[in-house]
């Protein structure tokens, strides 16, 4: 119990150091500050639906990687498909 305890804190510290350098080489080059095309969907279709559009690509696309085994993913199906068709249609309507 004790050495999986001081395991997991040395795991957690490392990874903190480790992650908090991994975008150092990065700094050296002008990368911008996000998604090339944020600023033209918000100026076109608004904050609101621009927020809601993305937000539900976001979820289909998650959806259909893993339902459909994209991108080299293990596809997994689902006990009942009809119900998860309904229930992605009910996270991209609410």
């Given amino acids: 119990m004790q050495q999986d ?4 804190i040395a795991a957690a510290v490392v990874s903190a150091i480790t992650y908090g350098s991994t975008w150092v080489p990065v700094r050296w080059f002008d990368t911008g500050d996000g998604n090339a095309l944020t ?5 076109g279709i608004g904050m609101a639906v621009g927020s809601l559009l993305w937000n539900t690509i976001t979820c289909v696309v998650g959806w259909a990687v893993t339902r459909f085994g994209l991108l080299w993913n293990p596809q997994q199906l689902p006990h009942d498909n009809i119900l998860n068709f309904i229930g992605v249609v009910v996270v991209c309507v609410g």
């Fill in 39 to 43: 600023i033209y969907i918000m100026d």
């Fill in 5 to 8: 305890i001081v395991v997991g």
